[in-house]
Each structure stands twice: as C-alpha cells, then as structure tokens.
Antibody
C-alpha cells in the first residue's frame, strides 16, 4: 500500500535550519509528484513546494516568507523527498506534511504523510 | 496570486445538509478539490475534479463548480463529519497549488 512516512518532530532555535524527510513506498516513486504543505497551530493549509521525482523539477511557492529559505530535494535510491527550511523564525512553527499528487498532470493530493511538528523557540 | 475564499464556519444539525462554498475568480475554469481534516489528523481527499468521489468516500459527499463558486455538499450530516474542510486548485498561471483558508463544520 502507498505510504509516506515522515521524520520525527524537531525543536529548533531561531536562525537554525531544519530538514524533514518523507520516505515513500508502495508505488513507483518517479511517477508521482510530491508537495510540501504546512499548517501552523490553529491555521489552515499552506502549500510550499512541489517536486517531480523523475527529473527533479521543482515549483516553489512565491510567497515572500519562503523566498531564499526553502530547498526541496529527492533521493531516487531511497524513494525519499526532503524539505529544508533555513533561517527559521518562530512563525515557522507548524506541522509540515508531504503529500503525493495523483500522477502526471494531476492536481490534487491523494496520499499524505503523517506530518512532522517543527517547533521554533529560543 | 489566486485567492480562494471560504466561510470560516458552517453549523448544521444531524441529518441535514451542509453546503460549504469556495469562491474564486472564474473558478469554474479550474478543477476544484476538497479535503476533510479531523483534529490531529492529516487531510483526506473527499472530492476531486469538482465532483468525483475517491474510493471509500460516502455518497453523502458531493461537489459542484460554476461561475465564481465551487460547493462541497454533505447530505444527511453525521457527527463524524465534524471537521475542517479545505478547497484546493492548481493555478497554472503561477505553477502553484492554492488552498482556501478552510471551513470548520460543526454538527449541532
């Protein structure tokens, strides 16, 4: 069965970086895009980035809050996608989800990881 | 950027119908997807491409999209439908996925 298993919770200080992993299984890794979506406490879903695991193409959110701070990569040998967010601020405290899209030219997310809590505090 | 507008909350009695709207400029030209998120859980896709139900989603969930408004309809509402609901589109002009702010459905 399709699974997206994310790395564990992180506690970081302001200005640090965090790297969250999303290990996929149960499907052909290179055939489905993966997005990162975050959710601050009590807030809605916020799309951050999408990667095509086949060719490494990436779309990043153009929101100012992410500019120059986010990097998404993938490892095709382990079927894993990574999201690194740098220069962390307290308002980056959120649950970070990876989500698989439903295939080529597909526009929704049919499977989600369990979420990774990233807390930023001095 | 493309903005999706949802009402913050909808209240509905058990057995009645809940309509959750998602407004966007000419949204009918886009495919709208809906997610249910219960507290402490990851979102679950309940409607794709305006009106398609993924496997395992009850027939009580349906969707429509016309003009500037897409709608998720939950018929014969049950206590277990109490959750946050988000609409989502792909905005091709900017290669972005966009979520609405979410609607909290309360079963009263």
């Amino acid at each position: 069965q399709v699974q997206l298993v994310q790395s564990g919770a992180e506690l970081k200080k302001p200005g640090a970086s965090v790297k969250v992993s999303c290990k996929t299984s149960g499907y052909t890794f290179t055939k489905y895009g993966v997005s990162w979506v975050r959710q601050a406490p009590g807030q809605g879903l916020e799309w951050m980035a999408w990667i095509n695991p086949y060719n490494g193409n990436i779309y990043y959110s153009q929101k100012q809050i992410f500019q120059g701070r986010i990097s998404v990569t993938r490892d095709t040998s382990t079927n894993t996608v990574f999201m690194e967010l740098g220069n962390l601020r307290s308002d980056d405290t959120a649950i970070y989800y990876c989500a698989r899209d439903c295939g080529t030219d597909c526009q929704n997310f049919d499977y989600w990881g369990q979420g990774t809590l990233v807390a930023v505090s001095s | 950027s493309y903005v999706l507008t949802q009402p913050p909350s909808v209240s509905v009695a058990p057995g009645k119908t809940a309509n959750i709207t998602c407004g966007g400029n000419n949204i009918a030209t886009k495919s709208v997807h809906w997610y249910q998120q219960r507290p402490g859980q990851a979102p679950v896709l309940v409607i794709s491409y305006d009106r398609d139900r993924p496997s395992g989603i009850p027939e009580r969930f349906s969707g429509s999209n016309s003009g500037n408004t897409a709608t998720l309809t939950i018929s014969s509402v049950e206590a277990g439908d109490e959750a946050d609901y988000y609409c989502q589109v792909w905005h091709s002009d900017s290669d972005h996925f966009v979520f609405g702010a979410g609607t909290k459905v309360t079963v009263i």
